[in-house]
């Protein structure tokens, strides 16, 4: 790899569905040129909003790849214009980036960011499971029992040939769930515990599960 460079963090923000293009514009003005906005789904846990049956709502998720030295900017952007550090208007973090790679800036090695000081008083960590579709609600069952409060869900595409269906002679990819749970790091491993044991996930074919580090994050509350 090459020689490390100026640091860089990938920037998540999920707020509800028709305000992902608010926010990929904040980034564009503040210098920002790789975001990206998709779809998912979130749910969380409230008695009154499932009394509403309104708990799975659609969500935007943004993704962007942003230099350190504009973090905070964003983040006071984010806060300023979508009130993001008010409860139930979304949420931000921000991951370390080890490595980029594109067609337009070549290969780069990068410093990863390190934690930032009373940024937050709890310290977070993103939790990544990708099953089988049709087996969220066990996920995310799992999850609640062992301290969790919601996660947002993603929808995908295996793409392993052992897994690949046919239809007509066609071959079809089976379609995945992937939920993200944004997790206080004292509850972490026994979220991941209560998954692995629920869906039995070292079996072959069951799913996977990883965790990454947060160095930052607004508009999360506790559960």
């Known amino acids: 790899m090459d020689s490390p460079i100026d640091r860089k963090i990938l920037f998540w923000c999920?707020?509800?569905?028709?305000?992902?293009?608010?926010?990929f514009h904040i980034y564009r003005d503040l210098g920002g040129d790789k975001g990206i906005v998709f779809l998912g789904r979130g749910t969380?846990?409230?008695?009154?909003?499932?009394?509403?049956?309104?708990?799975?709502?659609?969500?935007?998720?943004?993704l962007g790849l942003i230099d350190e030295d504009m973090e905070d900017a964003l983040y006071d952007e984010l806060i300023r214009r979508l009130d993001l550090s008010k409860?139930?208007?979304?949420?931000?973090?921000?991951?370390?980036?080890?490595?980029?790679?594109?067609?337009?800036?070549?290969?780069?090695?990068?410093?990863?960011?390190?934690?930032k000081e009373g940024v937050n008083d709890l310290e977070y960590e993103a939790i990544f499971v990708v099953v089988n579709k049709g087996s969220k609600d066990e996920v995310l069952e799992a999850a609640k029992a062992a301290g969790s409060t919601g996660g947002t869900i993603i929808h995908g595409r295996g793409v392993l040939s052992r897994e690949k269906q046919t239809l007509f002679n066609i071959q079809i990819e089976p379609e995945?769930?992937?939920?993200?749970?944004?997790?206080?790091?004292?509850?972490?491993?026994d979220i991941v515990n209560a998954i692995k044991h629920k869906l039995d996930i070292d079996k072959p074919g069951a799913?996977?599960?990883?965790?990454?580090?947060?160095?930052?994050?607004?508009?999360?509350w506790r559960g």
């Not at 008695?47 to 969500?59: A, F, P, Q, S, Y």
């Not at 139930?88 to 990068?110: C, E, L």
């Not at 995945?176 to 491993?189: E, G, M, P, Q, Y």
Request: charged share 30%.
């Open 207 to 220: 799913g996977i599960i990883f965790v990454m580090d947060i160095t930052r994050a607004e508009g999360l």
């Open 176 to 189: 995945k769930d992937i939920i993200l749970i944004v997790s206080r790091a004292d509850k972490t491993d």
């Open 44 to 62: 969380v846990s409230s008695e009154m909003l499932n009394l509403l049956g309104i708990l799975d709502t659609r969500k935007e998720i943004f």
């Open 14 to 23: 999920i707020l509800d569905f028709g305000k992902g293009r608010k926010v």
């Open 87 to 115: 409860p139930h208007r979304g949420i931000a973090f921000s991951m370390p980036v080890k490595y980029v790679g594109s067609r337009t800036d070549g290969s780069q090695t990068i410093s990863p960011p390190e934690k």
